[in-house]
T-cell receptor, first 113, second 114 residues
Framework: DQQVKQNSPSLSVQEGRISILNCDYTNSMFDYFLWYKKYPAEGPTFLISISSIKDKNEDGRFTVFLNKSAKHLSLHIVPSQPGDSAVYFCAASARDNGQNFVFGPGTRLSVLP | EAGVAQSPRYKIIEKRQSVAFWCNPISGHATLYWYQQILGQGPKLLIQFQNNGVVDDSQLPKDRFSAERLKGVDSTLKIQPAKLEDSAVYLC????????????FGPGTRLLVL
């Protein structure tokens, strides 16, 4: 049973345009969400987080939106740059219950120059 | 600040052989995690340590996998004997507190079982 889903295995976007990566979850107890970015042959690096008490968190070019009723979150990258090309993982946890993070399968973003 | 260190970076073994991976977390981080990432999937938690105690090993295949963090700092993960399906990247991560927070990952060890 896949609790965290990223239904788009890959996404291609033109440089300068917006990239939107989506993540859906099934466990209503999840209350804390992270996005990680992973380059080939490197470990995932933390990008941005959001708690369930918020519906938006912004950090520079990166914004995460959370829709709790739809159990959906999305990562927006504006403007997209070629260096953003990587695999992006969504992760969720029921932090108040002390549960560890569950990761989605990832979406490979390619930003074309 | 030095990041999470892992070795080796790559390992090729034959099935039924044994293999061990090493991880040194960020200095001062109490919690250490081992994940398995199979190609095309997200990382799956194998075991979580807080200091030198096991917090969660519910997804660790204990018949063949073992892990230890004896002094509450670095850790080793062992597979004995390895199966073809163990081919994956093994990621180590650490976090400063007791879990449920941002984790910092090492570069991983890519294992190929032939």
């Amino acid at each position: 049973d896949q609790q965290v889903k990223q239904n788009s295995p890959s996404l291609s976007v033109q440089e300068g345009r917006i990239s939107i990566l989506n993540c859906d979850y099934t466990n209503s107890m999840f209350d804390y969400f992270l996005w990680y970015k992973k380059y080939p042959a490197e470990g995932p690096t933390f990008l941005i987080s959001i708690s369930s008490i918020k519906d938006k968190n912004e950090d520079g070019r990166f914004t995460v939106f959370l829709n709790k009723s739809a159990k959906h979150l999305s990562l927006h990258i504006v403007p997209s740059q070629p260096g953003d090309s990587a695999v992006y993982f969504c992760a969720a946890s029921a932090r108040d219950n002390g549960q560890n993070f569950v990761f989605g399968p990832g979406t490979r973003l390619s930003v074309l120059p | 600040e030095a990041g999470v260190a892992q070795s080796p970076r790559y390992k090729i073994i034959e099935k039924r052989q044994s293999v061990a991976f090493w991880c040194n977390p960020i200095s001062g981080h109490a919690t250490l995690y081992w994940y398995q990432q199979i190609l095309g999937q997200g990382p799956k938690l194998l075991i979580q340590f807080q200091n030198n105690g096991v917090v969660d090993d519910s997804q660790l295949p204990k018949d063949r996998f073992s892990a230890e963090r004896l002094k509450g700092v670095d850790s080793t993960l062992k597979i004995q004997p390895a199966k073809l399906e163990d081919s994956a990247v093994y990621l180590c991560a650490s976090s400063p507190g007791s879990g449920g927070e941002t984790q910092y990952f090492g570069p991983g060890t890519r294992l190929l079982v032939l």
